[in-house]
């Protein structure tokens, strides 16, 4: 079989279960998509505060924008020429909002994941992850030289079974979890974790990408809502999500912040986030604490699809604004995604490799953009 076939083949495979993807083409209109020639409203968006459908925060932004700061490019990494004076005054806003010593910020959240761990976990380090962590978080596992044990979700007596087994056997343990998981919606108990890591001098690492802006009194995070944010080792988040900008983060200590930067690969040999986003970054960042009527207009919002689902008696554990309908199969989810566009609302299906085999659903991502008149057509067509 000659290359291409063998590819092709690949992507017979896909096809015949039903997981085969194509990259969509939408247009945007706010908080609607236009795609093949219908007008849907947009439940597959991270934009959680629904700032990225407004216009008015982007105008105010770039009435009072800097000429320094107005640049589409930092043509350099941060190490050489890329490390603009917004990119440490957005750091210094960090580290004071979390109340933390100090703040890196990142290109991605996949920079973040994938490189976090390969500089701080060598051959005398485990890492004890929780199963459904990130697809980023376990590349950057795969990259490091740690060992690492993969728990079963959510289930801290096996956690701390491991620790109980392990910690006297490794230099270091770091416990890796997500605070509101990607693709069920639940929440991680982060106070039983740092109860966990003091108890056996573990280190812990959480991602708060989908929490960050949406958790807490002034939206830090489920670390705020659970008052362990001084107990988190690598506490991590991203700008692409809540905050309608790009990029992430983590908040340390200085001496781990230092550490970084000088062995993370993924900060030190790649291009910097352009002066441009992170100067929106700030602006966004800024007002985060005043966002409070949006944070509970969402929770109601979740609470209401959450309520309709289990109604209806579909399995629901999300206590989130990501709201999974669990399907099973693949090709029936993406029949049920496609009716659910024809009714108009853009919703789209996840399939393995995204899911474990036999698990796909369909993922509604809410918005605090939604209308209480939307989301009741929408519990209607369920």
Same mark, same amino acid.
């Given at each position: ?66 000429? %320094? ?82 728990? %079963? ?133 800024? %007002?985060?604490?005043? /966002?409070?009527?949006? %944070? /509970? ?42 009716? /659910? ?42």
């Amino acid at each position: 079989m000659d290359n291409e076939a063998f590819f092709r083949a690949g992507l017979d495979e896909l096809k015949a279960a039903g997981n085969l993807r194509a990259l969509p083409q939408v247009e945007h209109d706010g908080r609607y998509v236009s795609a093949s020639g219908r007008r849907m409203l947009n439940l597959s968006s991270n934009d959680y505060l629904g700032i990225a459908s407004e216009g008015l925060w982007q105008r105010e932004f770039l009435a009072g924008l800097s000429g %320094r700061e107005f640049l589409l490019s930092s043509s350099s990494s941060r190490l050489l020429t890329g490390n603009f004076a917004v990119c440490s005054r957005l750091e210094r806003l960090l580290a004071c909002m979390f109340g933390r010593e100090a703040a890196l910020v990142f290109g991605s959240g996949y920079h973040m994941n994938a490189g976090i761990l390969p500089a701080v976990a060598d051959s005398r380090t485990l890492i004890l992850a929780d199963k459904l962590v990130h697809a980023s978080l376990i590349d950057g596992i795969r990259l490091s030289a740690a060992r690492c044990i993969r728990y %079963r979700h959510q289930d801290y007596r096996q956690l701390e079974t491991l620790l109980e087994k392990h910690h006297a056997d490794f230099a270091r343990i770091v416990i890796v979890t997500e605070s509101v998981f990607s693709m069920d919606g639940d929440v991680a108990p982060l106070h039983r974790l740092v109860g966990l890591k003091k108890r056996y001098g573990a280190m812990l690492y959480v991602d708060e990408a989908h929490a960050v802006g949406v958790r807490g009194r002034t939206g830090l995070g489920v670390a705020e809502e659970q008052g362990c944010v001084q107990d988190i080792d690598f506490l991590c988040g991203t700008f692409g999500k809540a905050l309608a900008s790009v990029g992430a983060y983590v908040v340390c200590s200085r001496v781990m912040r230092d550490y970084l930067v000088n062995r993370m690969r993924t900060l030190i040999y790649t291009t910097a986030l352009p002066p441009l986003n992170v100067a929106w970054t700030c602006h966004v960042a800024e %007002r985060l604490p005043d /966002m409070g009527e949006r %944070r /509970m207009r969402l929770e109601r919002l979740s609470a209401c699809l959450r309520e309709a689902l289990r109604e209806r008696g579909l399995p629901c554990d999300s206590a989130s604004h990501i709201v999974p309908m669990l399907v099973g199969d693949s090709r029936e989810t993406v029949e049920k995604a496609e009716q /659910m566009q024809r009714r108009g609302f853009y919703v789209l299906p996840v399939r393995p490799p995204t899911v474990p085999e036999g698990t796909s659903r369909l993922r509604f991502s809410l918005s605090a953009g939604i209308t209480p008149d939307e989301l009741k057509q929408l519990t209607e067509i369920l």
